[in-house]
Every structure is written in C-alpha cells, then in structure tokens.
T-cell receptor
Framework: DAGVIQSPRHEVTEMGQEVTLRCKPI?????LFWYRQTMMRGLELLIY????????DSGMPEDRFSAKMPNASFSTLKIQPSEPRDSAVYFC??????????????FGQGTRLTVV | GENVEQHPSTLSVQEGDSAVIKCTYS??????FPWYKQELGKGPQLIID?????GEKKDQRIAVTLNKTAKHFSLHITETQPEDSAVYFC??????????FGAGTTVTVRA
C-alpha cells in the first residue's frame, strides 16, 4: 500500500480564499483523522471519522473549518474563508479498529498551508 | 480532556549514549500510550507503543516504561545513532481512538 496520501503537499493562498485539503486513507482502515501542527500548539486533533461518519469534531477551531468523508477512500478538509492564522501543516492519518482499542495511526506527509 | 506534558523539549546526546524522554498524563482512564518519531518534512511515524496492562516494552534499542500509579511514561533510546535525530512525540488515549500528543522533544545525536 502507498500509505496515506495527501494533496497538495504545499498550498499558498491569499486571505479570504477557500482552501481544500485532500486525503486518501490506507485501504481497509475505518478510522480517519485530521490533525493540525503548529509551533505554538503542537499536534491538535481537529476531527475524526469512523466508517465515514464524523465522530468527534470538537477540535475544529471555527465554523470556517469543515470536513467531509463521502466514501471510505476519500476525505476533505475545507477552510472558507482562510485567514493567516490558519497557516500550519495539516496531517491526515488513518487506522483500523483493533480488538483492544487503539491501533497504530498512519500519518500522511502533510499539507503545508500558508495563508498570506 | 486529556493533558499530556513532555520533557525535555530539546535533547542533545553524544552518539552511543542513551536518550530518555518523559511524559505525564492527566486522565487516569488513558490506556494506550504510543510514541511517534517525526523527521523533517514528514509525518509522524509510530516507533513503539504500550498498553496499560504492561509496565515495560522493548524493541531493539528502544524501550518504553509505564507507571500507571504516577501517570507517567518514558521512552529510552540506547546506543544512539545519527539517524535517531528527529522530533519525538508521546501521546495518550483512552481507547477511543483520540490521541492527545505531548509538545515534542527535538533529539540531536552528535557524531
């Protein structure tokens, strides 16, 4: 398997524009996570899905952020409108359900977002 | 929610020496404790994990210890090599698949 695939790798956009980040999880994984990484706040969980259903979106910072998972092989994280403080590296990760709960979360390479 | 604290934030060791990173967690219901390694420009990668029913786990040069009573766990890297230079993150979870990460430790192995 190619692992978790994210696109684009880098995104530079102007303040106020809509940004869409994309993720393809590992085939067969039923959990998908979106994380944001910044120097100030570290790795923060934004939202996660189980079997394409959002389970916990309490980490989503504002209504400007939304995430969807239309099928088991694709998810998007959208920011509309974007602001400079959204600049960060956004990671997608996936994992499968284990008999004893958590199993390894596999991370993608991340999308480095810069909002100017 | 779960609060994970990690120390030190930076660690410089001589090649061949050992490195130790310590983490504490706040939620006594947490039962899964993974450690991730992140290299520059890449996503975090699991290097070892431990569950609450085990006190210690070892994988070659890497070991993790867990003290549930004190709510702390540690990563030990022995015989460090230059390729061990990276940022290391501890995390904790209650088994609900949500991971709370520590702030990270930047490890530099000096040749």
């Amino acid at each position: 398997d190619a692992g978790v695939i994210q696109s684009p790798r880098h995104e530079v956009t102007e303040m106020g524009q809509e940004v869409t980040l994309r993720c393809k999880p590992i085939s067969g994984h039923d959990y998908l996570f979106w994380y944001r990484q910044t120097m100030m706040r570290g790795l923060e969980l934004l939202i996660y899905f189980n079997n394409n259903v959002p389970i916990d979106d309490s980490g989503m910072p504002e209504d400007r952020f939304s995430a969807k998972m239309p099928n088991a092989s694709f998810s998007t994280l959208k920011i509309q409108p974007s602001e400079p403080r959204d600049s960060a590296v956004y990671f997608c990760a996936s994992s499968s359900q284990g008999a004893r709960g958590n199993t390894e979360a596999f991370f993608g390479q991340g999308t480095r977002l810069t909002v100017v | 929610g779960e609060n994970v604290e990690q120390h030190p934030s930076t660690l410089s060791v001589q090649e061949g020496d050992s490195a130790v990173i310590k983490c504490t967690y706040s939620d006594s219901a947490s039962n899964y404790f993974p450690w991730y390694k992140q290299e520059l420009g890449k996503g975090p990668q699991l290097i070892i994990d431990i569950r609450s029913n085990v006190g210690e786990k070892k994988d070659q040069r890497i070991a993790v210890t867990l003290n549930k009573t004190a709510k702390h766990f540690s990563l030990h890297i022995t015989e460090t090599q230059p390729e061990d230079s990276a940022v290391y993150f501890c995390a904790a979870s209650k088994g609900d698949y949500k991971l709370s990460f520590g702030a990270g430790t930047t490890v530099t192995v000096r040749a």
